[in-house]
Every structure is written in C-alpha cells, then in structure tokens.
C-alpha cells in the first residue's frame, strides 16, 4: 500500500471515502482513517499524523499546522493548499506553513514586537506589527537618547513601546517610581541576561555588568577600597602630576595660537591618570600626543560597537556581516591579552604587590569575606571595569563643562571669581582638602551632568509581577527603563528652566550639592549608586580650576553648537571640540 517517494502528496480515492498516504524521504508514520463527518490534518515534531473529515454536503476539509489557528479549505477533496493544487512538493509545504505563521503573528501583533504582551493600560507612541517601534529610532537617527526624550514629553512620566529582540519597555521619569525599582523592590530588578550579554565581551562578571551576590561581594570589596588614604595617596598624587602636563601642554598651545582639541586633550589626560592609578602604567598620551595607543584604540572601538548593540536586538546575528561585527572580538581579546600580561608581570615578581601603589595591587591583596582571593580573570574585570568608570565617563563630563562655559561667559566669570579667591599664587591646583570649598565649581559640574549625563540610559528586567506606587503593573520580563538625559531637561523635575545651564539651581535649592539621587540620576541611584562620585568630582574640579585660572578657552567659528553626541555606551561628542586657547 505504501509507496515511497520523495514528495509528500494526498492520493485521492473517490468522493465519499478519503484514503490519504503520506510521502516523504523515509515514512515516519502513515495513518489512515476514514470519517463520515470529521477530519483533522496536522504535525507535531517528527511525526505526521493524519486525520480527515468529509463534509456529506461540500467535502470541506480542516487542517492544522501545529499550534497555529484552524485554516478552512474548501475544494473538491483539496487539503494541504490555499489554492486548488491536487499536488505539492515538501518545501511548497513549508512555504504555506510559513505564510500562515506569518499571517498569524500579524494578527497577534498588530502593534508591537513579537512576542510581547499588550498593554493599553499605557500610553506611548503606537508601534508597527512584529518589529513595534524600531523605525521610530530609526527616524530619531538611530539615537534612542533623542527617542525616550520625545517619547516621555509627549506621553507623561511612565510610557511604553516595544522594540524587537528586546520586548516591551516601560520608562519610568518621576523619582518615586525609580526609588522603588533601584531601591524599594532592589531585588525585582536586575540587569538581565539581554545586558549581561551584550556587554560580557567586554566587562565579564565586573560589577558594572554583575548581579546578585556576585555584585554584593564585588561592591563591599571596592567599597572597602575607596577609603580617604587611598584617595590621598594614590588617586589625588596622580590627578595632580597629570594636571601639570595638560598645563603645559596649554601653554604652548597659547603660545603658538595652535587650535586644541579639547576633548581629546581630556582622554589622553583621563587615560594616562588611569592608567597610572589603576595598574601603574603611563601609557604617556600627554608627553607624546603623536605616538598611537593601541589600547586606547580597542577601548574606543568596543566602546562604540557595544552602544551599537544596546539599540540591537539581533546584534549577534547582524555582527556576523559586518566588519566591525567581525573586528569586535579581536579587540576585545586584545583587551583581555593586555590585562592577563599585567596580572602575570605581577603574580611573577611578588614583591611589587605588597606596596599599595595601585588600583591592582590593593585588589591582589584584598580578600572577600570568605577568605578567597581575586583570580585572574576576577582582576581581568576589575581592570577594565575600573577604567571604562573613570576615563571615558570623566573625560566626557569635562569637556561638555569646558564648551557650556565657553557659550555662558557670565557663568565662566563667577567660576574664575572663585577660583581666583580661593587659590593662592603658590598654589596652582586644588588638592583633596581645598577641593572641597569649590562650591560653584562643584555646581557646574553638576549643571553639566544632569544636562549631559555620561551614562544616558539605563534598565532593569523585571523578575516577577510589581506595581509600581502609582499603581502601574509591570510585569515579569519587561525592562522597566530610565533616562538620565530625559530626566534632566523635564520641566516637571527641573522647573521651567529645566533646558537653561544654570549652576544655580544647585546652589540655592533646599538639597544643595546633595540633590535626591532619584532625580539627579546622573551617578545612578540607590544601591548601585556610583561608588567613584567623589572620585571624578574631584578629578573634574582640580583640572578644571588649575586650567580656567590661567587659559580661556573660544570655541572656534565653525564648531557646531550644541555639539552632536555619537552612539556609545557613555555620552562622547560626535566631533572634536576644537578651541583657541589665550593666556589671562
């Protein structure tokens, strides 16, 4: 009775009987049964099973495919088509059953991404079927920044969409609903294996991209760390050797009336400092400008394709056709080889480590509470952990402070005033006890973060059923998402000045320089609070004032004002900042 092939076919006996056989490479199962009313057809896994109805009046036969909706064919003793074919070839088959997958998800999914669960209880911008708002970033410049700005102005303190490979966001902007998920119900909100992934490569299990216990230990063990003798011996030795270079750099620069990239001036000032302070070595940016650092380069480089893929969803697919895909992983092994060396210059000469003169040594020395010391891979991460923390971060706030400064002159002027009153002629850099009377300084820098914060969006994953104080549910699997730039230009937090670059606001409010961190969210907030907040604030304040006090800074004519910001993880300008530097 059975006859192999290699299609897949009906064979048709006559009207009132249905005998079927099915064909394919090798016979799994065949079954054939004959019903007066009713007939099903479908699959499940590897196996065929075949059931068949005729209708006495039309011979109209149901099919299933799997789980998908019933489809009704009517035609003479036609199954398996949407058209009147008596024959059909196994790829034919998977093409119809494709189609009504497809027909299907665009049923379900009118208006989000597949996969995700409809939510008319929240208002936001109305999405496509099966990719939800991806074209809206797209139209944004591919920049989620300016999208989750527009999207929280036009729909309200907490709004929703969806984006593909990601799943539903809900976007939380007023600081009760983001104390309750940073700190109230801390342990509902993770980081989630969708950021975990995307930054493995580069970070591993370092605390930026760890959760749970292992974060737990990593952040009392830096907590431990990041102690006032630590700060004078080491970190603030080094801030003020590297401050005198980028002085004399600037006072050639005034001399021969050369334009200066500021920011760049900035890196090279944050990675030789970091460089120093984390694992002892000058990477000698500022001495010799001209000679490339390769590591400086991979930085960059993960930096801004791993920003690449937080907009993404499908980044390890769409990385492997591309060539900065490709590039990726050999410079995240460069990354990985630079740091290993290190480790094992030290693990072979055990005398260098007894001597707290580093970031690294002090972490080859610590132990968690359970007695163990770090390995090398734990070290690995702390390396670059530390560094993506303070150069890039530090580097870009400073240069978005220099240019405020150079389009608010009166500002600039109030900060000169009291720089000039608190700094003697002797004393040409603020150290860790002065630093702290910079009080308008201090303020500025603020004003520059909540306008440019240089982490500019963040979320978490939630683990299991909240609600919101507001009321507002989130559910298991949705990332509950804040945006620091949002925040700070939200006239509802800020007041309606809230665009306006005023460092007042720090100065006269009732929180002064110690504003609600879940408003001011530009140094995270709650227990992940950033542990180096007085780390770059004094970092910022000794360069700044030791440069404002003997140069001013004129952005050249041509230079774009706002400057752009480009994709990343942090928030850099798109394009050199490019002044003239005077003496006073």
């Given amino acids: 009775m059975w006859n192999k092939k290699k299609n897949w076919y009906p064979r048709y006996i006559n009207g009132s009987t249905l005998r079927s056989e099915l064909y394919?490479?090798?016979?799994?199962?065949?079954?054939?049964?004959?019903?007066?009313?009713?007939?099903?057809?479908?699959?499940?896994?590897?196996?065929?099973?075949?059931?068949?109805?005729?209708?006495?009046?039309?011979?109209?036969?149901?099919?299933?495919?799997?789980?998908?909706?019933?489809?009704?064919?009517?035609?003479?003793?036609?199954?398996?088509?949407?058209?009147?074919?008596?024959?059909m070839t196994f790829v034919t088959a998977i093409l119809v059953g494709?189609?009504?997958?497809?027909?299907?998800?665009?049923?379900?999914?009118?208006?989000?991404?597949?996969?995700?669960?409809?939510?008319?209880?929240?208002?936001?911008?109305?999405?496509?079927?099966?990719?939800?708002?991806?074209?809206?970033?797209?139209?944004?410049?591919?920049?989620?920044?300016?999208?989750?700005?527009?999207?929280?102005?036009?729909?309200?303190?907490?709004?929703?969409?969806?984006?593909?490979?990601?799943?539903?966001?809900?976007?939380?902007?007023?600081?009760?609903?983001?104390?309750?998920v940073m700190k109230g119900n801390f342990d509902c909100y993770v980081k989630g294996d969708i950021l975990y992934k995307i930054l493995y490569d580069f970070l591993g299990d370092g605390i930026f991209n760890a959760s749970g216990d292992n974060w737990r230990m990593q952040r009392k063990l830096f907590s431990h760390l990041f102690n006032v003798k630590n700060f004078r011996e080491i970190i603030c030795v080094v801030f003020e050797e590297e401050t005198k270079k980028v002085l004399a750099i600037l006072d050639k620069l005034a001399e021969s009336g050369e334009p200066c990239d500021l920011q760049d001036l900035f890196y090279r000032f944050t990675l030789d400092s970091f460089g120093k302070i984390t694992f002892g070595l000058d990477f000698k940016c500022l001495t010799n400008p001209d000679e490339p650092v390769k590591f400086a380069q991979s930085f960059d480089f993960v930096q801004g394709e791993l920003g690449k893929r937080l907009q993404n969803g499908f980044w390890n697919i769409t990385e492997l056709f591309t060539k900065e895909g490709r590039r990726l992983p050999e410079e995240c092994k460069y990354l990985t080889e630079f740091s290993y060396q290190i480790i094992k210059d030290r693990r072979n000469d055990p005398e260098t480590t007894k001597k707290p003169t580093d970031i690294l040594n002090l972490f080859m020395n610590a132990k968690y509470d359970n007695g163990e010391i770090l390995t090398d891979i734990q070290l690995r991460d702390v390396i670059l952990n530390f560094i993506i923390a303070g150069r890039d971060t530090t580097a870009q706030a400073l240069s978005w402070m220099m240019y405020n400064l150079m389009v608010n002159p009166s500002i600039e002027e109030k900060l000169v005033k009291e720089v000039n009153s608190l700094l003697s002629d002797e004393e040409q850099i603020p150290n860790y006890d002065t630093v702290k009377q910079f009080q308008y300084t201090q303020a500025t820098f603020y004003e520059t973060l909540r306008l440019h914060p240089?982490?500019?969006?963040?979320?978490?994953?939630?683990?299991?059923?909240?609600?919101?104080?507001?009321?507002?549910?989130?559910?298991?699997?949705?990332l509950v998402n804040w945006s620091s730039w949002a925040a700070g230009r939200d006239e509802r937090l800020w007041g309606k000045d809230a665009k306006i670059f005023n460092p007042e606001r720090f100065l006269n409010s009732e929180d002064g320089l110690?504003?609600?961190?879940?408003?001011?969210?530009?140094?995270?907030?709650?227990?992940?609070?950033?542990?180096?907040?007085?780390?770059?604030?004094?970092?910022?304040?000794?360069?700044a004032t030791a440069a404002l006090r003997k140069y001013k800074f004129e952005l050249l004519p041509d230079q774009k004002s706002p400057p752009d910001f480009k994709i990343s993880l942090t928030l850099p300008m798109k394009k050199p900042l490019l002044v003239k530097v005077n003496h006073r």
Avoid at 517 to 535: E, W
């Fill in 24 to 87: 394919t490479k090798e016979i799994i199962e065949g079954t054939s049964l004959v019903h007066k009313e009713h007939s099903q057809i479908g699959f499940a896994y590897e196996k065929f099973i075949t059931e068949r109805i005729l209708l006495k009046s039309k011979s109209t036969i149901r099919i299933a495919f799997g789980y998908i909706n019933l489809i009704y064919i009517s035609h003479y003793y036609t199954i398996f088509s949407f058209f009147i074919i008596k024959k």
């Fill in 98 to 180: 494709f189609v009504v997958i497809l027909i299907y998800l665009l049923i379900k999914y009118p208006d989000r991404s597949i996969g995700t669960k409809s939510r008319s209880d929240l208002n936001g911008p109305k999405g496509l079927p099966l990719i939800g708002n991806a074209l809206d970033i797209l139209k944004n410049n591919n920049e989620f920044v300016t999208f989750a700005y527009k999207t929280l102005m036009e729909y309200g303190p907490i709004a929703t969409y969806t984006l593909p490979g990601f799943g539903r966001f809900v976007t939380v902007n007023d600081p009760e609903s983001l104390e309750h």
């Fill in 514 to 543: 110690k504003p609600s961190q879940y408003k001011f969210t530009s140094f995270n907030c709650g227990p992940r609070l950033c542990l180096g907040q007085s780390f770059a604030t004094i970092e910022a304040i000794m360069l």
């Fill in 454 to 478: 240089v982490v500019p969006n963040n979320f978490r994953v939630c683990l299991h059923d909240d609600v919101l104080p507001n009321g507002t549910p989130i559910y298991a699997g949705e």
